[in-house]
């Protein structure tokens, strides 16, 4: 996996010393890209803001690329930063899976999930996830994407997300599980059009 971030950038700049890169750096730059911003970054990592800019700073150098660029309130990734992005999440998933494999705890776990849906869903959704999450998972962090395709599941398979959730009415039967509605019920099956009903296509783990 690592071998594939190398060769992702061995044709566009001069050979990067892969044995020298401190991979902890690789961490930092995950959680800059899940929440664009160095404060919550720190937060979520333990780290001071000054110690995660200057992990930027090294990695920087390493990779001979700006990566993110203040906008704003947070920063903006570089064309180059987005490529690496999903294989470099990739493999810290993985590795996390097999250094660490175990039960989810939601009180101690600190991850970021990147959710894709229409802004009418986040509307409906979002703050009574935001509540629960803040009761049961306070340090988890979600950042939401907009949701622009009828079939999100390639962009699942990129990294792009973790999770979206949608209205795929007459789309494969296959792609996604239900959602429950409120009171417990199942919803309609996706394969009866005009349903309203909201389907989740997610990420499988890595084993």
């Known amino acids: 996996m690592m071998d594939t ?65 203040r906008n704003g309130y947070g920063v903006e990734p570089t064309a180059k930063a987005l490529a690496l992005w999903p294989t470099v999440r990739t493999a810290l998933a993985q ?33 009574a996830l935001v509540d629960r999450l803040n009761q049961a998972a306070p340090n988890i962090s979600m950042r939401v994407l907009p949701l622009t395709t009828r079939d999100p599941r390639a962009m699942i398979e990129r990294g792009d997300a973790d999770m979206a959730i949608g209205d795929w009415a007459g789309q494969d039967p296959g792609m996604g599980s239900p959602l429950l509605g409120g009171g417990g019920t199942t919803p309609t099956p996706p394969t009866q059009p005009g349903t309203g009903r909201q389907r989740v296509v997610e990420r499988k783990a890595q084993r």
């Open 95 to 127: 590795l996390r899976e097999s250094v660490a494999p175990g039960m989810f705890e939601p009180l101690t776990a600190q991850d970021t999930f990147i959710l894709a849906m229409s802004d009418a869903t986040a509307a409906k959704l979002m703050p």
């Open 5 to 69: 971030i190398h060769k992702r950038y061995s044709l566009s700049m001069k050979p990067v010393n892969f044995r020298q890169l401190d991979l902890n750096l690789l961490r930092v730059f995950d959680e800059v890209m899940a929440e664009r911003n160095l404060t919550r970054a720190a937060d979520n990592l333990a780290m001071t803001q000054p110690a995660v800019s200057n992990a930027l700073r090294r990695l920087r150098e390493a990779l001979q690329d700006d990566l993110v660029r």
